[in-house]
């Protein structure tokens, strides 16, 4: 068994790739297709729905659901780099992917991570603006301002997927079996024949340095934002604020850690289970989660659904808003 691996090894290497296996039963491995195609879907569907709202309402047309359209198209692109490669494998009862389609799936998924996180950095200084200066946000978020962001976030978010990806790519491999079910940086730098792979880490260790000066910036942020929302003298309108800020933290919290524990554990002793179940979380989860936590609560993208969808709503109550007086909020 071990010889007949090696030589599979051996006759693969110089072309591709060998993803990891879920389970060698059949039964398994379809199982683990339509889970995985059920949360695709879903995460396709909300992030689709997301973005064809705030595109034909012109009412969305504002600087908040502008970066949640660009949060929708991140996180679609980061779901559709991994999961469809690995339900084809899947179902197709392979494990094969090519040194390209490596490649590419590294520098892709590395861009849509990076850019949706900086974006969630860029959102929090917009509710910053909004709720703590809320008499100079038409001049700092308007339309020029907001574009430069975007902009800004996309450039050095292809930038930093390039960089990683000739810094992983750059050591020669001693094996072609990944214990990942995609081509994850950490399980690849496993596979390096020389001190090379340093170089990478070192790259990775000031990635996740700058990652957590964006986790603080927005958690300082919002620190500001809570101490402006228990001031405000309206009980519904704390409450809202904070059950629009509060989620907002707990994606972030949520994907900065897993993330770190990937990316920060030591790459040669680490339980495999492990190590997919952290992946899992922060590559697959934040995708479906944040359509549903900072739009599907909102009643302005509610009223932009159902007319998108053709379906009856009753129209928005208008009401005097208790917790700011700009566009922010909902």
Known sequence: MIVMEQII???SSLSGFLLLEFSELRELQILYFVVFLAFYLAALTGNLLIISAVAFDHHLHTPMYFFLMNLALQDLGSVSVIMPKSMANTILNTR???NLGC??????F???IASDFFLLTVMAYDRYIAICKPLQYEMLMNRQACTQMIISVWIISFFYGVLHTGGTFAPPFCSNLVNQFFCEVPELLKLTCSDLYLIEIGVLAF???IALGCFIFIVVTYVYIFSSVLKIPSSAGRQKAFSTCLPHLIVCSLFVFTGYFAYLKPIFNSPPHLDLAFTVIYSM???LM???IYSMRNKEIKNALSKLLGLRHSSMNTFPNQLCKCKFCI
Do not use: D, E, G, R
């Open 103 to 108: 490649v590419a799936q590294v520098l892709f």
């Open 285 to 287: 989860v934040p995708p």
């Open 96 to 98: 094969y992917i090519s």
């Open 207 to 209: 990635s996740l340095v």
């Open 9 to 11: 090894v051996n006759q």
């Open 110 to 112: 590395l861009f849509f």
């Open 290 to 292: 944040n359509p549903v």
